[in-house]
């Protein structure tokens, strides 16, 4: 057999994280609210084709019908892929900003930073008031989650261990 040796007392422990605030959970919530808008707003584009079809041929009167569909369907396709990228994005820092990591709250506040550059370029461009209202309810989601995520209670759970 083997002699026992004594030890320091307690076992060594790793610190743990503490539990989620309630101002980390409601701002991944607010972040799965902007998933859900945007993925509305790809139907919504989805479904207004036929204005967009309109709206090219108001901009462009001089273009032939295979220049309007091309135009039609180049515009749905950036907004379809670009939608999906938002909504991936969307549940990536969802999870992330759940799971505490503090490289994600703030990949999450540079995101809402280009998302508040959009919006305001959004005023300055042609657009559908529907898709303004949305886009509009996709950034306020983004300024909910962002400042519940700088919170006092927020940051001691993002905080290495």
């Known amino acids: ?6 030890t320091s007392g307690a076992p060594n422990q790793m610190p743990t994280r503490p539990p989620r605030p309630q101002s980390v959970s409601t701002a991944v919530t607010l972040m799965y609210v902007g998933a859900g808008l945007s993925v509305l707003g790809i139907i919504l584009t989805i479904i207004a084709i036929g204005s ?3 709206a090219i041929i108001k901009a462009g ?3 032939t019908a295979t220049q309007v569909h091309s135009a039609e369907v180049f515009a749905v396709a950036i907004a379809v892929v ?3 990228i938002g909504v991936g994005l969307w549940l990536w820092m969802a999870w992330a900003n759940g799971a505490g990591k503090n490289w994600a709250r703030i990949l999450s506040t540079v995101f809402f ?3 508040t550059l959009e919006l305001l370029l959004s005023f ?3 657009h559908a008031l529907l898709g303004l209202v949305l886009e509009l309810l996709v950034w ?4 909910g989650a962002v400042v519940l995520l700088w919170r ?8 290495p261990r």
């Open 1 to 6: 057999m083997y002699p026992t040796y004594p």
């Open 52 to 54: 967009l079809k309109s």
């Open 61 to 63: 009167p001089n273009l």
């Open 82 to 84: 670009g939608g999906l």
């Open 113 to 115: 930073g280009i998302s």
């Open 124 to 126: 300055v461009r042609p």
């Open 140 to 143: 306020l989601a983004g300024l």
């Open 152 to 159: 006092k209670e927020s940051t001691a759970y993002f905080q």
